[in-house]
């Protein structure tokens, strides 16, 4: 392996996998945030379906969480997956705002004063909400829900934009956790992404929101984009670090432009390749590590007294559509174009197209264009699978043991061949050299992947 610079007295090498791994980390795989993944969606889910799960949920009194999704930005960086679209103006938002209360109110109506224990807001970018807005979406979750226990209000937030009146409102309505938008901090990186943001911009973002009680901050940094090296994601880390967040996630970038046509502004020969963005990865690891941060799973760090590492260390850690998670709700609601549901029964997806989602909410339908019921064989693979993303390892004896799962453990065969995963009787462990490749490992009990013709990222 090549040396690169040392970043701070860590010694870093270009990349730490084993060449037997790497046919196996340029496999295209999903990230599991659910199972089934969202491609094996379909429209036999309607929103009678889901207003029949609902009423069950309500029946059993049991807490829920409620994602609210703003499907709007002022500007698109060019590296976005999400379901966004740039509003200049503020006529859509006001717009969306009065539906996403209507949605609110029409769930509610099903759900009865049930108990919301964890709140999340994701985009796009919620900020781009005015104050107001922001009062008198919450004063909709409140009227309908009961979120007197609130536990968790968390909000995704472009810190460029972020005003002191934002930053009032998050600290009124009770927002224990900001999420800010990083990514890189080095100026030919976001030049490169079409995000320029520098770090001043973050500093007063935290600023703000100190002087207003907000405590909680989390950052999103990404390595694998466009231009950056080693060096850059180690420098973004540590810039990060002095800030002071009490959570970092760190995601690989996906290129999917077939999936997201604002991709192709990306130059695609500018991007690292396979060994370096692993040497991102695990350089990036080791400086946080360093400063006393804790992995948790695939990709978040926390510091040790946190409660999501607290969960990972006692084997309550969770995964669902907002990563790793130490939410134990019995359910996830979700409001807004494009959100997704996820109940016992199964999942549940809004429209994805804000006209088709506001004029079905206008009829006072539920909104769902497609979901997934789940049979008791996916409940045990989702288990399974989430174990193993949230775990590193699996005992099958819960679930019928090793012989119930002949066929998934052969497709294993050659990655236990080369030490990246281990199978002793009924136990799965993944090596902690190989945890990078946990995807690979979790997609052998996948029962859609092999038959799917869904694109996904690698898996590095």
Request: contains cysteine; aromatic residues 8%.
């Amino acid at each position: 392996m090549t040396p690169v610079k040392a970043h701070e007295g860590l010694a870093l090498e270009a990349s730490d996998m084993d060449p037997r791994h790497i046919p196996f980390a340029q496999r295209n795989l999903p990230r599991y945030t659910s199972y089934p993944t969202a491609p094996h969606f379909a429209s036999a889910v309607t929103g009678a379906t889901y207003a029949g799960w609902l009423a069950d949920s309500a029946g059993a009194g049991a807490p829920l969480s409620m994602y609210l999704h703003v499907p709007f930005c002022h500007d698109i960086c060019w590296y976005c997956g999400c379901n966004t679209k740039a509003a200049r103006r503020r006529k859509p938002v006001s717009d969306y705002v009065s539906m996403l209360r209507a949605e609110i109110g029409l769930v509610a109506a099903l759900t009865g004063k049930s108990p919301v224990r964890r709140m999340h807001w994701g985009g796009g970018t919620p900020n781009i909400l005015t104050p107001d807005d922001f009062d008198a979406i919450v004063g909709s979750v409140r009227e309908g829900f009961d979120i007197s226990g609130l536990v968790e209000h968390a909000i995704e937030v472009d810190p460029r934009r972020l005003t002191s009146a934002q930053a009032a409102a998050f600290a009124r309505q009770g927002v224990t956790r900001v999420s800010l938008g990083v990514q890189d901090f080095n100026a030919h990186v976001q030049a490169a992404i079409g995000r320029i943001q520098p770090a001043t911009a973050v500093a007063n973002a935290i600023s703000v929101l100190r002087e207003h009680g907000v405590q909680g901050l989390s950052f999103d940094l990404m390595y694998g984009l466009p231009l950056q090296t080693v060096e850059d994601a180690c420098t973004s880390a540590r810039i990060a670090i002095e800030m002071s967040p009490d959570r970092l996630s760190v995601f690989g970038y996906a290129h999917v432009p077939w999936f997201k046509a604002r991709q192709r502004l990306i130059d695609a020969d500018t991007l690292p390749g396979l060994l370096e963005r692993s040497a991102q990865a695990e350089a990036v690891a080791q400086v946080l590590r360093s400063a006393g941060y804790v992995e948790i799973g695939l990709d978040h760090y926390a510091r040790a007294d946190d409660p999501l590492a607290r969960a990972a260390s006692n084997g309550a850690l969770r995964r669902n559509f907002q990563g790793y998670v130490d939410d134990d709700c019995a359910g996830l609601i979700g409001i807004g174009a494009s959100a997704i549901s996820s109940l016992p029964h199964g999942y549940a997806q809004n429209s994805p197209e804000i006209g088709q989602w506001a004029r079905m909410v206008v009829m006072g339908d539920l909104p769902v264009a497609r979901g997934y019921a789940l049979t008791e064989e996916d409940r045990v693979r989702r288990a399974i699978i989430e174990r193993i993303l949230c775990d590193f390892e699996v005992d099958l004896a819960p679930y019928g043991g090793a012989r119930a799962f002949e066929g998934d453990l052969q497709e294993l065969e050659g990655a236990t061949g080369v030490d990246l995963v281990r199978v002793t009787g009924d136990l799965v462990t993944i090596p902690h050299h190989a945890r990078r490749l946990t995807r690979v490992v979790a997609s052998a009990f996948d029962a859609f992947h092999q038959q799917s013709p869904a694109r996904h990222s690698r898996a590095v």
